[in-house]
């Protein structure tokens, strides 16, 4: 096992997040991170257009991550990529993620993660 390189980042560990968009009914994809040592991952759940998705990735020393994902939409479609996360804390006192992503089809950008309460999930 490789030791979580030192950083003043916050930690993810067990943390949600929702997607930063602008919709009133927060109708948005939201997940939960993980982290042990150096390995982040995480787990997308329903939202928007979002059916399921999975995060892995390698920490970095200022606490930023490099990661890979893949994502199915409720359409069917299957949307990989990579992405270049940054974690920070914002004037409320929560982690906000900034994802520097580059999908499998070229398309680039920039997309927010805003940490949230643990939500309540339906029992299957």
Do not use: K
């Not at 980042?9 to 939960?32: K, S």
């Not at 906000?96 to 029992?123: C, K, L, N």
């Amino acid at each position: 096992m490789t030791a979580a390189p030192e950083s003043t980042a916050p930690d993810v560990d067990g943390v949600w997040f929702r997607l930063d968009v602008d919709d009133p009914a927060g109708n948005a994809p939201y997940g939960q991170y993980h982290r042990q040592d150096d390995v982040v991952w995480a787990e997308f759940y329903a939202g928007g257009t979002l059916r399921s998705g999975r995060l892995v990735g390698r920490l970095r020393a200022d606490g930023s991550f490099d990661a890979s994902y893949c994502l199915l939409t409720r359409s069917g479609e299957l949307i990989s990529g990579r992405c270049h996360s940054i974690p920070e804390i914002d004037a409320q006192g929560n982690i906000v993620i900034s994802d520097h992503f580059e999908r499998a089809d070229g398309t680039r950008g920039v997309s927010r993660i805003r940490q949230i309460p643990e939500p309540m999930r339906e029992a299957s």
